[in-house]
């Protein structure tokens, strides 16, 4: 049994949703906390899962000729370590995590990072744009729904080709209290009809990710 898979079990347990769910304030709070405590993006973002995580991502920036790529919940940096972008804006609306990437890539120009609050920023003139939007592992932690609705809005504005995605896309409630699992295809099928499905790529049998990545075009 991976430790994931006993961390699913676990976090199913009744009792130990309840009381994560009791303390849990907001998803914001939730990564914020997490990453002032000096946790980590967590098991996806390091090892096997981040090599096949960039993998897959280089190979399409390669393959269709990306020149810029905005990560909309950038994390603590170590995804990006195994990165090949030609020009890189990350967000994430953790301070904590965002000082930390300004640090682990200072010296990097091509790359830049912003801290953002979800509730007060609006960008309709489109200044925060990039060829590609990326998200990885973050729609299946957004927990409130106006929350939810905000992130695919402002993922699929901030690109001007391309979408990825990586995430799990079947309905689920039945999860941690940061966790909460959605199928996201249905929101961007009534909501960006303009974009389409090119690609669904699953992870291999070796790698422990509960993700598949998505690339849509407009
Ligand atoms: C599991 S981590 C993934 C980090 C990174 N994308 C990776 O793959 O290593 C989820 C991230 O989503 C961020 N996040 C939470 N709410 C967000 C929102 N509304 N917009 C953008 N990012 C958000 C969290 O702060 C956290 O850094």
Redesign the pocket.
């Known amino acids: 049994m991976s430790i994931r898979s006993v961390m699913t079990t676990l976090s199913r347990n009744p009792l130990v949703r309840q009381v994560r769910r009791r303390t849990f304030r907001s998803?914001?709070d939730y990564?914020?906390s997490r990453?002032a405590k000096g946790g980590t993006?967590?098991a996806?973002?390091y090892g096997r899962q981040?090599e096949w995580?960039a993998e897959v991502v280089n190979g399409w920036v390669a393959e269709l000729g990306v020149t810029s790529v905005i990560?909309?919940?950038?994390?603590?940096?170590?995804?990006?370590t195994l990165a090949k972008y030609p020009r890189y804006l990350g967000?994430?609306?953790?301070e904590t995590?965002v000082r930390g990437c300004i640090e682990r890539f200072r010296g990097d120009d091509t790359k830049s990072f912003l801290a953002?609050d979800?509730k007060s920023m609006a960008d309709p003139a489109g200044w925060l744009r990039a060829d590609l939007a990326?998200?990885?592992?973050?729609i299946f932690?957004?927990i409130e729904d106006e929350?939810f609705n905000?992130?695919m809005t402002?993922l699929f504005d901030s690109a001007e080709r391309y979408v990825v995605i990586?995430s799990n896309d079947t309905a689920d409630d039945e999860r941690a209290a940061h966790e909460r699992h959605r199928d996201f295809t249905r929101w961007i099928e009534r909501e960006r009809p303009q974009w389409t499905l090119e690609k669904r790529v699953e992870p291999p049998a070796e790698v422990d990710l509960q993700s598949s990545f998505f690339l849509y075009r407009r």
């Open positions: 998803t914001a990564w914020e990453y993006s967590g996806g973002s981040a995580k990560d909309l919940g950038c994390g603590d940096g170590n995804q990006l967000l994430d609306p953790s995590a953002y979800p990326l998200s990885l592992e973050v932690h957004l929350i905000d992130y402002r990586c």
